[in-house]
T-cell receptor, first 114, second 115 residues
Framework: DTGVSQDPRHKITKRGQNVTFRCDPI?????LYWYRQTLGQGPEFLTY????????KSRLLSDRFSAERPKGSFSTLEIQRTEQGDSAMYLC????????????FGDGTRLSIL | GENVEQHPSTLSVQEGDSAVIKCTYS??????FPWYKQELGKGPQLIID?????GEKKDQRIAVTLNKTAKHFSLHITETQPEDSAVYFC??????????????FGDGTTLTVKP
C-alpha cells in the first residue's frame, strides 16, 4: 500500500492558462474523489468516480473543469482558462466500494494563479 | 445538502490536558463520521471514525462520541502532546449507495499543544 499519490505537488501558472493534475489512488480502491480546499476551510467535494465512471459532480465544478479516470486507474483533473479564484489545494482521495469505508487522501496539488 | 459545523475554530491547551472538538450535522441520513488530522503541507489523515450504529469509540488517547438524536459528535484527545498540534476536521458522510459516500467537512479546528 503506497498511499494516494498526487502530481505535481505545486503548480504556479498565469491566469488564463490550462492546468492538469494527476492522482494515482491506492491500487485496489475502485472509488476516487476530488476535493478542493481553500485556506481556513475544510475540503469541498468536487466529483467522484466509481471505476472509470464519473457518477457525480458538484455545482462547484464549472464547465472549465473536467475530470477523467480512464480504465479506472489514475485520474486527471483539468482546469481550463484558469481564474484567480481557482487558487486552492486540490485533494484526491480513494476508498474501496464497500459501505462506510474511510477515504484515504493524497497530499494534494497546490495551485497558485498569478 | 449536508451542512457540518465545527467548534471551536482554534484551541490551545497545555501538554497533558484534554482537548475536545465538537461538530453538528444537518442531514439525518448521514451514517459515517470520520475525523482527520491535517499537518502543514499534507493531506488529511484519518485518525478515528464512527458509524451511526455506535455511540462511542476509543483508540488509545483518542475517543469519539456520537449522538444521532441531537446530530452531534465530538472528538476527545486525552494527555495531549506537542505532536498533536495540527488542524483537525470532522466530516459527515452519506450512505455510499444513495449519495456517493461523499464527505462534508467542517471548517477545522487548529489545535495547539503548549509544552
Amino acid at each position: 500500500d503506497t498511499g494516494v499519490s498526487q502530481d505535481p505537488r505545486h503548480k504556479i501558472t498565469k491566469r488564463g492558462q490550462n492546468v492538469t493534475f494527476r492522482c494515482d489512488p491506492i491500487s485496489e480502491h475502485n472509488r476516487l474523489y476530488w476535493y478542493r480546499q481553500t485556506l481556513g476551510q475544510g475540503p469541498e467535494f468536487l466529483t467522484y468516480f466509481q471505476n472509470e465512471a464519473q457518477l457525480e459532480k458538484s455545482r462547484l465544478l464549472s464547465d472549465r473543469f473536467s475530470a477523467e479516470r480512464p480504465k479506472g486507474s489514475f485520474s486527471t483533473l483539468e482546469i481550463q482558462r484558469t481564474e484567480q479564484g481557482d487558487s486552492a489545494m486540490y485533494l484526491c482521495a480513494s476508498s474501496t466500494g464497500t459501505v462506510n469505508q474511510p477515504q484515504h487522501f493524497g497530499d494534494g496539488t497546490r495551485l497558485s494563479i498569478l | 445538502g449536508e451542512n457540518v459545523e465545527q467548534h471551536p475554530s482554534t484551541l490551545s491547551v497545555q501538554e497533558g490536558d484534554s482537548a475536545v472538538i465538537k461538530c453538528t450535522y444537518s442531514d439525518s441520513a448521514s451514517n459515517y463520521f470520520p475525523w482527520y488530522k491535517q499537518e502543514l503541507g499534507k493531506g488529511p489523515q484519518l485518525i478515528i471514525d464512527i458509524r451511526s450504529n455506535v455511540g462511542e469509540k476509543k483508540d488509545q488517547r483518542i475517543a469519539v462520541t456520537l449522538n444521532k438524536t441531537a446530530k452531534h459528535f465530538s472528538l476527545h484527545i486525552t494527555e495531549t502532546q506537542p505532536e498533536d498540534s495540527a488542524v483537525y476536521f470532522c466530516a459527515a458522510s452519506t450512505p455510499i449507495y444513495t449519495n456517493a459516500g461523499k464527505s462534508t467537512f467542517g471548517d477545522g479546528t487548529t489545535l495547539t499543544v503548549k509544552p
